[in-house]
């Protein structure tokens, strides 16, 4: 099978990754595919257009990608401006988190694509292979952030992470011990914080136990357990995920007010709703606000800042799932591949993928059981 793929510019606010790298570009065109490439796309990750046209690729406007191409491969969800120009039967391989925006899910089944989303494809071992290197990216920025928000000027408790000589380091709680608590873990570890891990998962607590350093502490999450912390910390961490749906809350409004002044709250679950019930969506550009006197940081594109890196990580491992794709066309690559079927969400008006129908109280249709 031949398909016409494309690769449109990211526009979401702040976003500089791309899809796509000019390696990628000649995999697929020695499989005899055709690449179409927005121009400017890579600019934002430090790849120019001729790195993509000299490994094959056609380069065109937003207009002719969405027009002409079979398989649209992107970074972050189609933005309202996007929406006219998808049509029916065409694929969309993304990141989408339906179930933190109605809008958008109601926008892909009246288009009559087929959505094919990163975040829940789920390989032979159970992993998520796709959401696994930006979870990376976000768990370490994630502390990266904190620190900065900490700091008096950004209207912080002007805390060090580590601490010095006679003056203790931060308390850094968080929430999560999956792989965006865990990469969070091991750098507010190296910054010589005080970190401790909550998580209803006793094995993964084990795991945890047995890989981290002496700095960082292990604990079941419960209520009363999230409570204890939030006194103590300087620093919150929402790295909770249930795939596909709508992030548990776990951190209520009221809850702020055990927490001291100037504390900082990262919710890197805001993609998928997060998981403090005050969170909201903010933007690198403006990217903190205070609520009950706790700095909130909500960024929903985290790793869209370090564009490059965040970039290769991705492309590292989407690439050969958009080859299965455009080599056996999406209905036989879902059919033959149940790792492809898992990330299919969307598929020509119907919601495939059960936790998105449970976040709507929409029918679930398995076209690919």
């Not at 491969?73 to 049509?87: F, G, M």
């Not at 209803?200 to 350093?213: E, F, K, Q, S």
């Not at 495939?352 to 249709?365: E, K, M, R």
């Amino acid at each position: 099978m031949r398909m016409i793929v494309g690769v449109p510019k990211e526009i979401k606010h702040d976003e500089y990754r791309v899809a796509l790298l000019p390696v990628g570009v000649e995999e697929l065109v020695n499989a005899g595919h055709t690449v179409l490439m927005e121009a400017g796309a890579g600019l934002g990750s430090g790849l120019a257009d001729h790195d993509y046209l000299r490994h094959g690729a056609e380069l065109v406007t937003a207009e002719q990608v969405f027009s002409q191409a079979e398989m649209i491969i992107k970074v972050k969800e189609p933005l309202p401006e996007e929406w006219p120009l998808i049509r029916p039967g065409q694929v969309l391989f993304t990141y989408f988190h339906f179930a933190a925006s109605w809008e958008t899910t109601e926008a892909m089944i009246q288009s009559g694509a087929t959505c094919v989303a990163y975040e829940t494809l789920v390989n032979a071992q159970g992993q998520l292979p796709l959401l696994t290197p930006m979870s990376e990216v976000a768990g370490r920025m994630s502390i990266q952030e904190g620190a900065k928000y900490l700091e008096r000027p950004q209207m912080g408790r002007g805390i060090l992470l580590g601490g010095v000589p006679g003056v203790a380091p931060a308390h850094i709680t968080i929430l999560g011990g999956g792989v965006v608590g865990a990469n969070a873990a091991k750098i507010a570890a190296g910054f010589q914080a005080d970190v401790s891990i909550l998580d209803i998962n006793v094995d993964r607590l084990r795991y945890l136990d047995d890989i981290m350093p002496a700095n960082v502490n292990v604990l079941f999450s419960d209520r009363h357990m999230i409570r204890e912390q939030l006194p103590l910390a300087d620093l919150v961490i929402g790295a909770v995920l249930i795939p596909g749906a709508k992030a548990p809350q776990l951190i209520h409004h009221e809850d702020l007010r055990l927490m001291k002044p100037g504390s900082v709250i990262i919710d890197v679950a805001i993609d998928q709703g997060g998981c403090i019930e005050t969170a909201r969506p903010t933007t690198h550009s403006d990217p903190t606000f205070i609520e009950e006197e706790v700095v909130h940081y909500c960024v929903t594109n985290m790793p869209g800042a370090v564009g490059r890196t965040s970039t290769f990580a991705l492309c590292n491992v989407t690439l050969p799932w958009a080859l299965e794709i455009a080599n056996r066309g999406i209905d036989p690559a879902a059919r033959e591949l149940p790792a492809i079927a898992s990330a299919v969400n969307i598929y020509q008006g119907q919601i495939t993928n059960q936790a998105v129908a449970d976040s709507f109280d929409l029918a679930y249709n398995p076209v690919f059981p």
